[in-house]
């Protein structure tokens, strides 16, 4: 594109006839125009750098840039250097740190080096002048315009696009069909099984001991002591085959003891907790975080990712923070042998809200 | 030099070259410290992909679990997934492989940040007006897909954190109506976590958004090119030139130079801070989590939005879920984002304004937009701060239910004070440049009349400095008019009451008349 050099005032003529006649045909909408604007007075008298005007400090700035470039070759080759004088050495964690640093700033000199050196030359060097260059409406010529018209209207005419209609809706029909395999190939993301179904279910089930997460020792209701709070996953877990994890992001439990008179049990849950001891799921409600902070003296619990708060005392209800239902409990008792187990399966499904759930 | 001029022709005489020389060669760009921003966010973009495909050549994005054999001493026996484990070696057993991966985490943070400020720099001044809306939406979708590219990346090490970031994910797509559980069940492969995800994430994040953003970068930078840089108004700047420096060599030195600065400064942080330390957090498992964990930044304000929903929201109608504590921030975000990709249309409704405007105006002189723009800040930034509630309680000791509550407050009335208060300041301001035009600045010279008096003697400013202060384009509210068949429609009537809106508290810039009335 063609670029004027502008030499102080005179050009201001030249931008001031430019608005005149670029005046656009286009409206203006609800924007004033006056007849009486303040002119723009054109470009201000031009002001020299003084590496324009000493020789001396001209010299001195292209010093200043190649002793920058001269570094940053140095930065370069320290990095390198850096790369072999420290290695990484197992067990030391120190040298990673060390070998991360060095190299880094080793690289990063190699960088600035180029970047300041460059960004200074063109600052204090190079020639100095603004430069104008006109500007066109983006729209095509009215010429331009007409010839793209002519165009399509060729194509359409060799084509017979528009005439030809039970040509182009076939066609668009094909089109409108084709994607429809590509969506039905994603079926097979997964398995065949209906994942509501599996939403539904957990691994715990009538007599499956709760065992500790994430050793998996069995738990004795004498072990649960008031105020302590269990981590608990179903017997048999940790010695899945296959969806250890999957299994585990439902059957999540959490196991606390209440002082029985602060205990506040409903109706229709009479004996699903023994002796103070409740267990709830420990997979949060909202969007399924793992309810991990446990509060002994409010008996409170309190879910990381987003602070709802659940009342173990009331039936763990939410007493704050964007969770809408309270945790599903897990009916338990003790067998012969002294052990908590499970008396069912969780009564609704655990973790967070979808479609089907309460069908 | 004579092999210099053999190389151009015989490039030239395969490519046509010249051509492309001769047209962008000495396209001028103007200056401004906020056009960098847009610069800052291309190079972080460039920093990323050489710093991620090192990164490729030794990750293994694969959910087998493995035993950890590695030198990282307390992670040795415990099993992960071959995931984690690779991101663990590339810490620890790769000479510069934890360089790369912080280099590559502190870029894109920096890639999202100053793709928002540079927004905010385009939107505040008026930027996106025609003929650059349309790029304004590229420069959205930009937005969103580098979003998409951090959520993605932060993904695949496997961690604790990152898994807990995979698990809300999960349970908002659980809660979409009718196909939720669906949803999440294909794109898991499996029940929640299944052993699909981070494979299928890792070729969203390092083949498919990554061609669609440099697609759409490319757009951008095409636009750029056609409808030329917009630049701020100053003496003998006008709506019809472009003034500041030549591609060669100037803007090409300062860019390229500008380039390796920001990569510079991107290695620097990179060396001297930890970000991101995976081995700390140890790998996925759906039962523990620790406190006080922080999204990276740009997740913030979806996650805040999560978090200043109050308690119960969710109704079961005919059996039917419907969790409104998921669907109200997920909803409202996606029209909160909407909002900002088409206000460029809005505005061009409202103003009916069909020129071309490729000065940068000042945010001060369009009042009511300045004002939106704060409220959207201020919203933005109530979410964002609610990420970090749980912080902030600890930090200062406050009740984490205080904190939800006052910032519940800045999000939902937060932007009608800020809208308020902008708006009113804008219009301070402007009365005060116009006061400036008029009668000049105070010179701190105190002179005594004759009479005895004190006065502060004004200075004038010169024609230059002037005409930044009286150069604005000035709108004024739509008159209702019936229309050729004697009818007002009720777009009409919205359009005006809109334009009332945004136009009816206005100050008209100083004219040639007062000008020289006030002078004699
Ligand atoms: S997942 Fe527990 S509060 Fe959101």
Not at chain 2, 28 to 37: A, E, G, N, V
Not at chain 2, 85 to 103: A, P
Not at chain 2, 279 to 294: F, H, K, L, M
Request: with cysteine; proline share 6%; charged share 20%.
């Amino acid at each position: 594109m063609m670029a004027d050099d502008h030499d102080g005032t005179t050009s201001g003529e030249a931008a001031e006839t430019a608005v005149e006649k670029h005046a656009s045909s286009a409206s203006p909408g609800v924007a004033v125009e006056r007849a009486d604007r303040i002119p723009n007075p054109g470009f201000p008298p031009e002001r020299l750098r003084v590496t324009d005007t000493d020789p001396a400090k001209e010299r001195a700035a292209e010093r200043t840039v190649s002793g920058l470039f001269l570094l940053s070759v140095v930065g370069s080759v320290l990095a390198v250097v850096a790369y072999f004088a420290f290695p990484i050495v197992e067990g030391d964690p120190s040298t990673i740190r060390l070998n991360n640093l060095f190299l880094g700033l080793g690289i990063t000199l190699g960088l600035l080096g180029i970047g300041i050196g460059a960004v200074h030359w063109s600052k204090a060097l190079m020639h100095g002048h603004e430069l104008v260059e006109e500007r066109h409406g983006t729209r095509g010529s009215d010429e331009t315009r007409a010839k793209a018209v002519e165009i399509f209207q060729a194509g359409n005419a060799e084509s017979g696009f528009t005439r030809r209609s039970l040509v182009r809706n076939t066609l668009i029909g094909a089109l409108v069909a084709t994607p429809i395999p590509a969506i039905a190939i994603f079926r097979d993301l997964a398995p065949a099984e209906d994942p509501i179904a599996l939403l539904k279910h957990t691994m715990w089930e009538e007599g499956v001991r709760l065992t500790r997460d994430p050793s998996g020792t069995p738990i004795k209701a004498s072990e649960v002591t008031i105020g302590s709070a269990f981590h608990v996953i179903p017997e048999g877990l940790t010695e899945l085959e296959s969806h250890k994890l999957e299994e585990k992001a439902k059957a999540a439990v959490l196991l606390m003891r209440l002082p029985l008179d602060r205990l506040n049990e409903r109706e229709d849950r009479q004996g699903w907790s023994y002796d103070g001891i409740v267990a709830y799921s420990k997979i949060c409600t909202h969007v399924g975080c793992p309810v991990a902070l446990y509060e002994q003296q409010t008996h409170h619990l309190l879910c990381p990712c987003h602070q709802s708060e659940f009342d173990v005392a009331n039936h763990a209800e939410v007493i704050f923070g964007p969770a809408a239902r309270p945790l599903p409990q897990l009916p338990i008792t003790v067998d012969e042998e002294g052990y908590l187990v499970a008396k069912s399966d969780f009564t609704e499904p655990v973790g967070p809200s979808f479609w089907e759930r309460a069908l | 030099m004579r092999f210099t001029g053999w190389a151009a022709n015989y490039i030239d005489e395969r490519t046509s070259a010249s051509t492309a020389v001769k047209t962008l060669g000495r396209k001028i760009f103007p200056d401004h410290w906020s056009f960098m921003l847009g610069e800052v966010a291309l190079y972080s973009f460039v920093v990323i992909l050489l710093s991620g495909t090192f990164l490729t050549f030794f990750f293994d994005p694969s959910m087998t679990e493995v035993e950890y054999e590695g030198s990282y001493v307390p992670l040795q026996g415990i099993p992960m997934s071959v995931a984690y484990h690779s991101s663990l070696d590339i810490s620890f057993e790769i000479r510069g492989g934890l360089l790369m991966r912080q280099v590559h985490h502190w870029a894109a943070l920096l890639f999202v940040a100053s793709i928002g400020l540079h927004m905010l720099r385009v939107f505040f001044t008026g930027a996106f007006r025609k003929p650059r809306e349309l790029n304004w939406v590229i420069g959205f979708l930009l937005f969103v897909l580098a979003m998409a590219l951090g959520f993605t990346g932060y993904s695949l090490p496997d961690d604790l954190l990152s898994g807990n970031g995979l698990r809300i994910i999960d349970g908002m797509i659980k809660a979409v109506p009718l196909a939720g559980g669906w949803i999440s069940y294909l794109l898991f492969g499996d029940e929640f976590p299944g052993t699909d995800i981070i494979p299928r994430l890792y070729v969203l994040h390092i083949l498919l958004l990554p061609a669609i953003l440099v697609a759409l970068i490319g757009a951008h930078m095409v636009l750029l090119i056609v409808n030329k840089h917009t630049q701020f108004a100053g003496p003998g700047r006008t709506n019809d030139n472009v003034v500041g420096a030549p591609v060669m060599p100037v803007f090409a030195a300062k860019a390229g130079g500008f380039f390796f600065i920001v990569f510079g400064v991107i290695v620097l942080i990179a060396s001297l801070f930890t970000i991101n330390p995976i081995w700390n957090y140890g790998p996925y498992d759906p039962s523990p989590v620790s406190a006080g964990t922080q999204p990276d930044w740009y997740i913030g304000f979806a996650d805040g939005a999560l978090r200043l929903i109050p308690p119960h929201l969710e109704t079961v109608i005919f059996g039917y879920t419907w969790s409104w504590n998921v669907l109200i921030p997920l909803v409202g975000l996606l029209v909160f984002l909407a909002a900002a990709a088409l206000y460029p249309f809005l505005e061009a409704w409202v103003t009916g304004d069909k020129r071309e405007h490729h000065i940068a105006e000042r945010p001060r002189n369009n009042p009511t937009r300045t004002a939106i723009g704060a409220a959207g800040v201020t919203f933005y930034a109530g979410l964002w701060a609610a990420a970090s509630s749980d912080l902030i309680a600890t930090h200062f000791r406050l009740s984490i239910e205080g904190v939800i509550h006052a910032l519940q407050f800045v999000t939902v009335v937060g932007p009608f004070i800020a809208y308020f208060v902008t708006k009113r300041v804008c219009l301070a301001l402007m009365r005060k440049d116009r006061e400036i035009a008029l009668h000049g600045f105070e010179s701190g010279r105190i002179v005594r009349l004759p009479g005895g008096e004190y006065i502060e003697v004004h200075e004038q400013l010169d024609d230059y400095e002037r005409w930044k202060l009286v150069s604005y384009e000035e709108y004024q509210p739509l008159m209702v008019r019936p229309d050729a068949r004697g009818r007002i429609t009720a777009r009409q009537r919205v359009r005006a009451s809109m334009s009332r809106w945004f136009f009816e508290d206005r100050i008209s810039p100083v004219t040639q008349r007062e000008l020289e009335s006030q002078r004699h």
